[in-house]
């Protein structure tokens, strides 16, 4: 399997009449955001096999399997050429995987370069040929480290591995947290900072991941944030606030939201990573119905 492209021609069970794809296609604008599920927040008790035929069943065209480390890559890569799904997104993990913990390696520490260098191009290695997107979270702010050292540490280690990744055609997506409810002494927080670290690097492989649950939560303005750093954005991911449930379930206007990404012509996938408040097969269907009408 090769950055497998699902077939856009099939519907929710496998194939769509080419008739509707067409008036569909018309519908759109000018961007096509597909979807792709979060394995540990929508299907976290299924097995590889089960949670790819589940995801194409209810209508997603992707998966993202954030811990590669523990995952039969084989039974899984199958699962997605079987099911026409695509593997979007997984995470670097180790030391570029840490989401605030002070006692742990991260890349905001200097100390801790070539550790966070290496877990990204160790994931690259193994499973780059794969995924579009590898997942970086930068770790915590640590006390005794100005903002600045911090910053070009980050800097440093994206622009160290992203030859990594462009060699298998993936693209690292850094990813800001709320602190307020989720992620408390995260280093990276706003929009801003996240692009301000993309345009240091400065390589085409490196992107940001805009997740709109933390950024609502962080910073609220979504639909302007999205327009005017659409090209900065390498990803979504998606839930609801309050509460991280299922798009539809709080305060954010999801049609606008999907309209807004689909106008700036971003072609790539938004994750569902979201803790459904009831059945989750329902759920992902439920927010594919809400994707598929802010197309109309």
Not at 18 to 41: C, P
Not at 161 to 180: F, G, M, Q, S
Not at 265 to 288: F, I, K, M, N
Request: one cysteine or more; aromatic letters at 6%; a negative charge.
């Amino acid at each position: 399997m090769h950055k497998l492209r699902p077939d856009r021609n099939r519907d929710r069970t496998g194939t769509r009449p080419l008739a509707e794809t067409a008036n569909r296609q018309s519908l759109i604008g000018i961007g096509m955001v597909d979807l792709h599920v979060t394995k540990w927040s929508v299907f976290p008790d299924a097995d590889e096999p089960a949670f790819v035929e589940r995801t194409a069943a209810a209508g997603a065209e992707a998966i993202e399997y954030l811990g590669w480390r523990d995952a039969d890559i084989d039974t899984l890569v199958d699962a997605c050429e079987d099911h026409g799904i695509r593997w979007a997104s997984t995470g670097a993990g180790g030391t570029a995987g840490n989401t605030g913990n002070r006692e742990a390696p991260a890349i905001t520490n200097p100390a801790d370069h070539d550790d966070a260098v290496a877990s990204i191009e160790e994931t690259c290695e193994a499973v780059g040929e794969y995924v579009d997107n590898v997942v970086i979270t930068v770790g915590p702010d640590h006390e005794g480290l100005d903002v600045a050292t911090q910053q070009t540490a980050i800097v440093s280690v994206l622009r160290e591995a992203a030859p990594a990744a462009a060699a298998v055609d993936a693209t690292l997506v850094v990813e800001p947290l709320n602190t307020r409810v989720d992620h408390p002494g995260y280093f990276l927080t706003s929009t801003d900072q996240g692009v301000a670290i993309v345009d240091a690097v400065d390589h085409p492989n490196v992107r940001l991941l805009y997740d709109i649950y933390h950024q609502q939560i962080t910073e609220g303005d979504l639909i302007s944030r999205i327009r005017t750093f659409a090209d900065y954005i390498g990803m979504y991911h998606l839930a609801d606030v309050p509460g991280r449930h299922d798009p539809g379930t709080g305060e954010i206007n999801w049609e606008n939201v999907f309209r807004a990404i689909d106008e700036t012509g971003y072609d790539g996938t938004a994750g569902l990573e979201y803790v459904p408040q009831d059945d989750s097969d329902e759920s992902v269907r439920s927010v594919v119905a809400l994707r598929d009408r802010a197309r109309t």
